[in-house]
């Protein structure tokens, strides 16, 4: 199934604003699905307009006994439909063609809108993504839903805390029970430096799981520069 990180995606799209960013994960205590060691997600996103950018990822992932590889190549893009000027709402839809990188594993098609809103210093973001698999190695029927969620309060304009949470179900037509499905939550940590050509953005955290299905602990970190 699709491999996104544990990152939060935002709908807000600025023009000529090219950014790279890697969102890293390290397992703890394997769930009953999850047998993994590492996970990194390498982005590359330029802002075209002031409503559409395009999206370059790679995905790597070491399971348990096995090397870092990478499984994933990905393109797409994000277009804003609602754009947010300060405090209000911002909506976009993303879509992403996911090339899968091995043997007898289905290329797969992200899809689903982005919701942030924003009152102050404070903020709550949502993505809403579908994935289907394509080729000859999909399962036709299969759809899958990933559900990521963020409260963020700003204490400044360097430094904020807030809560993020991930959810995931492989087969929306076989969802199961609830311990059967990947939910995991936990604090994140944001940091930012420099100016703003080039800005640096950094956040770490720990997302406990609270499914049977999930690693114990997933501790994230991501990394951004923007030019």
Same mark, same amino acid.
């Given at each position: 199934?699709?491999?996104?990180?544990?990152?939060?995606?935002?709908?807000?799209?600025?023009?000529?604003?090219?950014?790279?960013?890697?969102?890293?994960?390290?397992?703890?205590?394997?769930?009953?699905? *999850?047998?993994?060691?590492?996970?990194?997600?390498?982005? %590359? +996103?330029?802002? !075209?307009? =002031?409503?559409?950018?395009?999206? $370059? #990822?790679?995905?790597?992932?070491?399971?348990?006994?096995?090397?870092?590889?990478?499984?994933?190549?990905?393109?797409?893009?994000?277009?804003?439909?609602?754009?947010?000027?300060?405090?209000?709402?911002?909506?976009?839809?993303?879509?992403?063609?996911?090339?899968?990188?091995?043997?007898?594993?289905?290329?797969?098609?992200?899809?689903?809108?982005?919701?942030?809103?924003?009152?102050?210093?404070?903020?709550?973001?949502?993505?809403?993504?579908?994935?289907?698999?394509?080729?000859?190695?999909?399962?036709? *029927?299969?759809?899958?839903?990933?559900?990521?969620?963020? %409260? +963020?309060?700003? !204490?400044? =304009?360097?430094?904020?805390?807030? $809560? #993020?949470?991930?959810?995931?179900?492989?087969?929306?037509?076989?969802?199961?029970?609830?311990?059967?499905?990947?939910?995991?939550?936990?604090?994140?940590?944001?940091?930012?430096?420099?100016?703003?050509?080039?800005?640096?953005?950094?956040?770490?955290?720990?997302?406990?799981?609270?499914?049977?299905?999930?690693?114990?602990?997933?501790?994230?970190?991501?990394?951004?520069?923007?030019?």
């Amino acid at each position: 199934m699709a491999s996104a990180q544990f990152y939060v995606r935002s709908p807000d799209v600025e023009k000529g604003d090219l950014a790279v960013e890697e969102h890293g994960a390290v397992y703890s205590g394997p769930g009953e699905e *999850e047998q993994r060691r590492q996970s990194h997600e390498v982005e %590359l +996103k330029y802002g !075209f307009t =002031d409503r559409w950018e395009g999206i $370059v #990822e790679g995905f790597f992932r070491q399971d348990i006994g096995e090397s870092l590889t990478a499984r994933q190549f990905e393109l797409g893009g994000q277009y804003e439909i609602i754009e947010r000027q300060g405090d209000g709402l911002g909506f976009a839809f993303r879509t992403i063609y996911e090339f899968a990188l091995q043997d007898h594993s289905p290329d797969e098609i992200l899809f689903g809108p982005l919701a942030k809103y924003v009152v102050g210093r404070d903020s709550a973001t949502i993505n809403t993504f579908f994935i289907g698999q394509l080729g000859d190695e999909a399962e036709i *029927e299969s759809l899958e839903l990933k559900v990521n969620w963020r %409260l +963020k309060h700003e !204490f400044g =304009d360097k430094f904020a805390l807030g $809560v #993020e949470g991930y959810s995931e179900i492989e087969d929306l037509a076989h969802a199961g029970t609830f311990e059967d499905q990947k939910h995991r939550l936990g604090p994140v940590a944001y940091f930012e430096f420099g100016g703003r050509e080039p800005k640096w953005e950094f956040a770490a955290g720990a997302l406990f799981g609270v499914s049977e299905a999930t690693s114990d602990v997933t501790f994230k970190f991501d990394a951004e520069v923007e030019f």
